[in-house]
């Protein structure tokens, strides 16, 4: 079983709409966890961290289950620009100074 | 720019090649990653340097595969004898880690990559 999972997607969503991306990991000792967004042959870029209390961060709102070993993240108002493969990320440093990557989720958001 | 710069961008090479891969990070950043990443996975890690100590070879896919980070500062990973299932696009990142040690991790920055293309 891969350490973090992901709904590969894509999600087709119009612009206005909100959406909502799952990952789940298997590492109850993790100990970071991180939403990256990459666009199409380009690099992973942060785009926020993820902590025990939720957190907000414009339009982007991430949570964390730790009972529960699941991340979301929540985009309100899709912008056109949102369109891009969203890595749900965690780290552990037990097994190492590796971030562990899911595959990514994709959304296209449309006119 | 300041950011982590990486080349070349782009490496055709035939079959049994070697090939090199340079990678600049962010100056001020003693932390250096190494990840693969294929088309449809997410970046797998390879390597990660603490200055100029390897601290993680582990996850290296064969033994084709070396880095290195002889001053602390740039890093180069090497594939000898490359084969077609090496194509991918590498990916260098750095970051300013807590002192060796003290555990944890921080933010990783990432280069724009090296897609490699085997003939």
């Known amino acids: 079983r891969k350490e973090v999972e992901q709904d590969p997607g894509p999600f087709n969503v119009p612009e206005g709409a909100t959406v909502a991306f799952n990952c789940t990991y298997s590492?109850?000792?993790?100990?970071?966890f991180f939403w990256y967004r990459q666009d199409c042959r380009k690099e992973p870029k942060l785009l926020m961290s993820v902590y025990s209390s939720g957190n907000e961060d414009g339009r982007f709102t991430a949570q964390l289950n730790r009972a529960s070993q699941y991340i979301s993240l929540l985009i309100r108002d899709s912008k056109l620009s949102d369109s891009a493969t969203y890595l749900c990320?965690?780290?552990?440093?037990?097994?190492?100074?590796?971030?562990?990557f899911g595959k990514g989720t994709s959304l296209l958001v449309t006119p | 720019d300041t950011g982590v710069s990486q080349d070349p961008r782009h490496k055709i090479t035939k079959r049994g090649q070697n090939v090199t891969f340079r990678c600049d990070p962010i100056?001020?950043?003693?932390?250096l990653y190494w990840y693969r990443q294929t088309l449809g996975q997410g970046p797998e890690f390879l390597t990660y340097f603490q200055n100029e100590a390897q601290l993680e070879k582990s996850r290296l896919l064969s033994d084709r595969f070396s880095a290195e980070r002889p001053k602390g500062s740039f890093s180069t990973l090497e594939i000898q004898r490359t084969e077609q299932g090496d194509s991918a696009m590498y990916l260098c990142a750095s970051s300013l880690g807590p002192p060796l040690g003290a555990g944890g991790g921080d933010t990783q920055y990432f280069g724009p990559g090296t897609r490699l293309t085997v003939l």
């Open positions: 100056s001020e950043h003693n932390r």
């Open positions: 990320v965690v780290f552990n440093s037990n097994s190492g100074y590796a971030l562990n």
């Open positions: 590492n109850s000792a993790s100990q970071s």
